[in-house]
C-alpha cells in the first residue's frame, strides 16, 4: 500500500480510516462551543444520564465525594469517545455528541487506527 492511499489529502478518498470525515466535521463543530463550554457540559450530563456507558462525567474528589464536571474541554470532548469501550458504546456516545453539536455525519462504526485512552486518566485538563 502506498502513503497516498493510506493518508489521502482528500477526506473523502481516505478508504482505511473511514473515521476521518466525522473526527473533521465533529472538531469543527466543537469549536463553535469554544464560548459556550457550560452549554456544551450541560449537554454532556444530559448524555450521561442515559444509558450510554460516559462515567468521565463525574468528578471524583480525594474525601471520596463526587459531583458533575463543572466545565470541560475539547481533548477531554473527544476523549468520551475514545477511551477503552466496546465499538458499539464508543459508537452511541460519538452519536450523542454528533447530535448535541450538531454534526451532520454519521458517527462511525469503527475506530481502526485511534489511540485509546485509558478508562480511569482521560481527562486532558488540570485537576488540582
Given amino acids: 500500500m502506498n502513503s497516498k492511499n493510506r493518508f489521502s489529502d482528500h477526506l473523502e478518498d481516505n478508504k482505511i480510516f473511514k473515521w476521518m470525515q466525522f473526527y473533521q466535521v465533529f472538531a469543527d463543530k466543537?469549536?463553535?462551543?469554544?464560548?459556550?463550554?457550560?452549554?456544551?457540559?450541560?449537554?454532556?450530563?444530559?448524555i450521561a444520564s442515559k444509558s450510554t456507558p460516559l462515567s468521565i462525567a463525574q468528578d471524583q474528589f480525594a474525601d471520596g465525594?463526587?459531583?458533575p464536571l463543572a466545565d470541560i474541554c475539547p481533548f477531554t470532548t473527544f476523549g468520551t469517545f475514545n477511551r477503552r469501550l466496546t465499538v458499539e458504546n464508543r459508537q452511541a456516545i460519538a452519536k450523542e455528541l454528533a447530535n448535541l453539536l450538531g454534526v451532520s455525519e454519521d458517527a462511525p462504526d469503527e475506530f481502526s487506527g485511534i489511540p485509546v485512552l485509558n478508562n480511569q486518566s482521560s481527562w486532558f485538563f488540570w485537576v488540582s
Avoid: P, V
Fill in 65 to 67: 465525594n463526587s459531583a
Fill in 30 to 46: 466543537l469549536l463553535e462551543f469554544i464560548c459556550r463550554r457550560e452549554e456544551l457540559i450541560t449537554g454532556i450530563h444530559q
